[in-house]
């Protein structure tokens, strides 16, 4: 929820839908479609031009980023402006974005950092500090500007500009996020204009102004995003001309087109099933990528939603409100049954907040503190918690009415659907109701609380800053009727506590270990089950895309990546059609040992970059 990319704050509905982000792209050469309308298929075909669409289950939920959090729409932000830094594709270390290089003072309150000279925006200016600069004070004064990405800004103090290549952070306290500052960085001259950051979307005017790999040229709600290759991109051009993100509602619909060659990538929603994984095994000209994935899928409660002022709303069952009932609910969860009949073995075992392939965070718990599969034992806790059945086997709350759970699932993914059976089935043996609401849209009843629990996930940065911060008080709304960072509403003291000194230590081991504690802490509350961490299952056809980097180099995912490696570094087939060579775009896209070779350009020496928290999504 993504990938969120694990994605910042925003409305934690809009999160929720994060996780169902999925993606696949095709390569359109003169087809008709609903999202490139025939005269603009066919003048791109005689142009010669390659065109390389990515069909899509979820929809954009902005595409200012100031205020989105889904996966697709973070991911397509990723193309179209820099960050200070960025993650290499090869181990994730922090390497330069925008930012050449930066530099902490003694006591690490103050970051400088030295601002590239080589970047413009695609109207011709000069990308520069001043840039960098308006984006962050933006975020520290305007409440709305703040919606997607505060928690980076919070601690703050000052931002200044000593001159165009010099932007300066001072800090109120230690902030171990410098070189994970997750921020997409815009163009002052451009958004000075906006008047009401909370409203604007940036989805009216085309092109719009960015300095990244791609520019956006054309929008239309639920249906595409276009882009095209930006020519004057400091790293260098993409291979492929156009790049169009289609919206698929049906996963069958997606993966049957790149049967047909219309699509070239799927990556589902979020991923294949095991049963369209297998279907595309040892097709002609397919490729099935399955990899350690960077996300997590959980089972989150309504703790009860509330807001900053103190107010309550929503309709939470009370009964929630219980943490041995939320532990007695989570033990009636069979995890080996949702990786063995689900996923079919393609992923692993849920326990801890963080996915596996984030090592130096990873956490499991141990001993008799694991909530393993009894459902004895879970009937138990709920007797001793004072629910117990009536003599229909129902059982009742402390109103006496039997209970029923509403469970909201995204309606584009089957495997919300699938695990939702196995609740009607396990709880109901507690005597326990299950009402699946699985919804095209599950941010409206999300924000307001009006849900029981929810399946939930999130894409993990390899800095887990942002998804461990929507859990915090500081991301509840400010009032009901705002719309405030926060995940599932969880807000408990001594978790904040346990944020804000991981957050202060710079120490990587101390830092890991605070964030383990946290884990175990949000474990413990039982606010979140989290069920699995879903492998990347993809597939592209080999016929249209000659190679394209994966994140990690040697076992990750192609969609969804914590930068814009995929989409920047994907090399036309030759028996694509393009007319074009794929070295005819003047770069050398190798990724060798964290340098990126440019062509003209010299050898661009990776540096550190840090680790963030993102996909949101």
Not at 26 to 53: C, E, F, I, N, S
Not at 127 to 135: P, V
Not at 332 to 355: C, L, M, T, W
Not at 596 to 601: I, Q
Request: charged share 25%.
């Amino acid at each position: 929820m993504g990938t969120k990319d694990q994605t910042r704050s925003l409305p934690h509905g809009l999160r929720l839908v994060a996780m169902a982000g999925a993606a696949a792209l095709t390569l359109t050469a003169g087809l008709a479609t609903p999202l490139d309308p025939a005269p603009r298929q066919a003048r791109a075909a005689d142009d010669g031009k390659k065109v390389l669409t990515v069909a899509v289950a979820q929809s954009v939920d902005s595409l200012s980023p100031f205020l989105a959090v889904r996966l697709l729409s973070t991911s397509i932000h990723r193309l179209m402006y820099e960050y200070l830094t960025n993650y290499d594709p090869k181990d994730n270390h922090a390497i330069p974005g925008l930012a050449t290089k930066w530099e902490p003072s003694p006591d690490k309150l103050t970051w400088t950092y030295t601002i590239r000279s080589n970047s413009k925006w695609s109207d011709g200016k000069q990308a520069t500090a001043e840039d960098a600069a308006w984006t962050f004070n933006k975020m520290m004064t305007d409440s709305g500007a703040a919606t997607a990405n505060g928690s980076y800004v919070g601690n703050f103090r000052k931002v200044t500009v000593p001159s165009p290549t010099k932007l300066v952070i001072e800090l109120k306290k230690p902030q171990a996020t410098m070189t994970a500052l997750d921020v997409p960085i815009v163009p002052k001259h451009v958004w000075e204009k906006v008047s009401d950051f909370s409203e604007f979307n940036n989805d009216k005017s085309f092109p719009v102004v960015g300095n990244g790999p791609f520019v956006l040229t054309g929008y239309k709600a639920d249906s595409y995003v276009r882009l095209k290759a930006s020519k004057s991109f400091w790293r260098g051009s993409p291979k492929f001309d156009e790049l169009v993100f289609r919206y698929y509602k049906d996963q069958d619909a997606a993966v049957s087109a790149l049967r047909k060659g219309e699509v070239s990538f799927v990556a589902g929603s979020p991923s294949l099933t095991p049963a369209q994984a297998a279907s595309l095994e040892g097709a002609e000209n397919i490729k099935v990528n399955d990899a350690p994935g960077r996300r997590f899928y959980a089972l989150a409660t309504n703790p009860g939603a509330k807001a900053k002022n103190g107010k309550k709303f929503g309709d939470g069952h009370p009964s929630l409100l219980d943490q041995r009932v939320r532990n007695a609910l989570f033990k009636a969860v069979d995890r080996k049954a949702v990786i063995d009949k689900v996923f079919q073995g393609h992923a692993v075992e849920g326990e801890g907040y963080i996915p596996p392939r984030f090592s130096q965070y990873f956490w499991k718990p141990s001993g008799d503190r694991k909530l393993t599969y009894d459902p004895a034992e879970a009937a138990r806790m709920l007797d001793q918690a004072g629910y117990r059945k009536n003599g229909d086997g129902k059982r009742v709350g402390k109103d006496g009415k039997p209970i029923t759970y509403r469970v909201l699932c995204h309606a584009t993914d089957p495997n919300d659907k699938a695990v939702g059976k196995y609740l009607q089935e396990w709880w109901g043996e507690l005597g326990i109701g299950v009402q699946l609401n699985c919804l095209d849209n599950v941010t409206d009843p999300w924000l307001a609380g009006k849900y029981d629990l929810a399946f939930d996930g999130w894409s993990v940065n390899p800095d887990p800053d942002f998804v461990l911060s929507i859990h915090t008080c500081g991301a509840l709304p400010a009032t009901p009727e705002d719309t405030g960072a926060t995940d599932n509403f969880i807000c408990d003291k001594k978790y904040d506590e346990l944020y804000a000194r991981q957050l202060a230590e710079y120490d990587p081991a101390k830092r890991a270990d605070i964030v383990k504690q946290m884990e175990s802490r949000l474990y413990d509350l039982g606010y979140m089950n989290v069920m699995a961490y879903p492998n990347a299952v993809e597939a592209y056809r080999t016929d249209q895309i000659e190679s394209i980097t994966t994140m990690p180099a040697k076992a990750g995912n192609i969609y969804g990546q914590d930068g814009y490696w995929s989409w920047w570094s994907a090399v036309p087939a030759q028996s694509s059609g393009s007319s074009d060579n794929a070295s005819s775009t003047g770069v050398v896209a190798g990724i060798v040992g964290g340098v990126v070779v440019l062509a003209g350009l010299g050898v661009f020496a990776a540096m550190r970059r840090r680790s963030t928290a993102e996909d949101r999504e």
